[in-house]
């Protein structure tokens, strides 16, 4: 949060800027537009789109712009060339020319009219460009690499695109609509900064549910209410990391990564994805390793409470999924014990993580008629006795065995025992989905000697199954 007061200046300079992005209001400006191709349509339907009254120069018209100017009432089609006198008044000019000297020709014609011009594809006729944008109105994005690399801008602007919510777009309007109401009551500095943060981290976190004037309501009455009531609410989040590489968040996991005060990570889960976070958030290890001495659950649960009882927004991020293996049931007893809100995003489980990599099904049909995933890691650290051998050793499964690296000689010496086939394909994947992903392979028989050669460090996955039978994969991974 900005605790900056509006008198106290910026401690940092603005690095160089390649441009300034500005944000042009055009509605009932006229706009020139020269061109009358596929890319002059998309311009000009575009400036049509800010309310601008835009007049189209054009001799030959492609059918589009044909189109636009017929469905468009503030597209003006004019079937001639361009000539200087059109600038006369413009707020702003492009030109979709066919050369460098007609563009030239058009950026001297604008500048002895005082118009800013663009001249399309030729940044170096432009006193302005355009950006990529992603849009969500009145919230306008754009998005320039000073034409360095499109592509890359439009990279950026997917990813931007996936995060925010197209609800924003009414939750901004409801800001506009607003502001009035808000101004009218008079409030104090601090206290209306207040109402936007609360206005803030609504919008962000309902951004789907539409905006009503019961929630200015109910957020105006959060002010009235501020000195009775105690300090305010947090709430927690638990969050499906995946099993390594940062892409496979969900894009709600980023989203409440980006609006976390605080942030839980188990020591599975990859500094890119921890980085994720929004820069202010407090990150905390909290790493509950096998077989090493660490936090215990008992205290990660009453640090998750403790701090969403201080008002923290607190994103708990599990490697995985975090309802698969992942003690996810004591963190969710604390947290309502304690009456604080709780949700929970679900994560790609380490399994779905080693099938896509190997680029094995776990469920090849004639093969597999059910995938079963189990742990070999009782409390005690030993294989659990109660295990279901009858499943296991079903010819037609597919196993996945978490936590199951230290027990498997005795895991496959009991497998083996109660009936599986030695010649079992098995597949231990080391730090699936991760940049140095290690794969071990063998029939089930030869497979605890072989893990033991190759003394694994990172998390592993035992997978046992006829439909691992196929070879693996080596598709292409993430570049940490
Ligand atoms: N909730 C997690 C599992 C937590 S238990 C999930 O859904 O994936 C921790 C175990 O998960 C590890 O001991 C290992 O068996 C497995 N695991 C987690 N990430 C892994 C990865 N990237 N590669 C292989 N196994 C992984």
């Excluded at 712009?65 to 089609?77: E, F, G, H, K």
């Excluded at 034409?147 to 990813?159: D, K, L, M, N, Y």
């Amino acid at each position: 949060m900005d605790q900056r007061r509006p008198d106290e200046a910026p401690t940092a300079r603005l690095g160089a800027l390649a441009t300034l992005p500005v944000f042009f209001r055009l509605s009932g400006k006229p706009v020139l537009l020269a061109g009358g191709g596929d890319g002059a349509a998309w311009k000009a339907e575009l400036l049509a789109a800010t309310g601008a009254q835009v007049r189209v120069f054009a001799a030959e018209p492609g059918a589009k712009m044909r189109q636009a100017a017929t469905d468009l009432d503030n597209i003006d089609l004019v079937s001639r060339a361009w000539t200087p006198a059109d600038f006369a008044g413009c707020a702003l000019a492009v030109g979709d020319v066919e050369s460098d000297d007609e563009g030239r020709l058009f950026r001297d014609a604008a500048r002895a009219a005082g118009v800013p011009v663009n001249v399309v594809d030729r940044p170096a006729l432009c006193d302005f460009q355009f950006g990529s944008i992603v849009e969500r109105s009145p919230v306008v994005i754009g998005i320039s690499t000073d034409g360095a690399a499109p592509v890359f801008g439009q990279e950026i602007r997917a990813r931007i695109e996936a995060v925010l919510p197209q609800g924003l777009r009414a939750w901004a309007a409801a800001a506009k609509a607003w502001r009035p109401a808000v101004m009218a009551r008079n409030l104090d500095f601090r206290t209306r900064r207040r109402f936007w943060e609360r206005f803030t981290r609504r919008a962000m976190d309902q951004a789907d549910a539409q905006p009503t004037e019961a929630d200015l309501a109910a957020l105006l009455a959060t002010l009235d209410t501020d000195a009775a009531a105690g300090p305010a609410r947090g709430s927690v989040v638990l969050v499906g990391a995946g099993p390594g590489d940062p892409d496979l968040l969900t894009v709600k996991a980023v989203r409440a990564l980006q609006s976390a005060d605080v942030v839980l990570y188990d020591d599975l889960v990859s500094p890119r994805t921890v980085n994720a976070a929004r820069r202010e958030a407090t990150r905390i290890a909290v790493g509950k390793r096998g077989y090493k001495p660490s936090c215990t659950q008992e205290d990660i649960t009453a640090l998750i409470v403790s701090l969403a009882r201080e008002g923290k927004r607190v994103v708990r991020l599990k490697g995985g999924d975090p309802m698969i293996f992942g003690r996810a049931g004591e963190e969710i007893a604390g947290v309502l014990a304690a009456g604080v809100p709780l949700e929970i995003i679900p994560g790609v489980t380490a399994a779905a993580g080693a099938a896509a990599s190997l680029g094995l099904s776990l469920t090849e049909r004639e093969t597999a008629r059910r995938v079963q995933f189990i742990t070999a890691h009782a409390r005690n650290g030993r294989l659990p006795d109660d295990l279901a051998w009858a499943a296991l050793t079903d010819p037609r499964s597919t196993t996945v065995v978490y936590m199951g690296v230290k027990t498997l000689p005795v895991l496959v010496e009991r497998l083996l025992a109660e009936g599986l086939d030695p010649q079992t394909p098995g597949i231990v994947v080391e730090r699936a989905t991760w940049p140095d992903e290690r794969r071990i392979t063998g029939p089930i028989v030869d497979l605890p000697a072989r893990v033991a050669s190759a003394n694994p460090a990172g998390p592993c996955l035992v997978l046992i199954g006829a439909a691992l039978g196929g070879a693996p994969l080596a598709l292409d991974r993430f570049r940490g």
